[in-house]
């Protein structure tokens, strides 16, 4: 949750190949049963600590998805 809303991390893959790095904070906003607006927060180095997602996710953390 970041400020009320629905949040979460969003990586994509790295340059090289080799697993994930973040790419942004998404932050949901909803409104009765609709969502309202999506906002991505950029600062990772910042955000991603504070929320307790890892800098780089191992494949267990990326649900399945191959490293």
């Given at each position: ?7 979460f ?7 090289d190949g080799?697993?994930?790095?973040p790419?942004a904070?998404?932050?949901v ?21 504070l ?16 490293t």
């Amino acid at each position: 949750m970041a400020k009320g809303s629905p949040a979460f991390g969003q990586y994509r893959p790295r340059t090289d190949g080799a697993g994930y790095e973040p790419w942004a904070l998404q932050v949901v906003e909803v409104s009765g049963d609709r969502i309202a607006s999506i906002t991505a927060c950029g600062d990772t180095a910042l955000l991603f600590p504070l929320f307790g997602l890892p800098g780089y996710p191992s494949g267990e953390a990326c649900l399945g998805v191959p490293t």
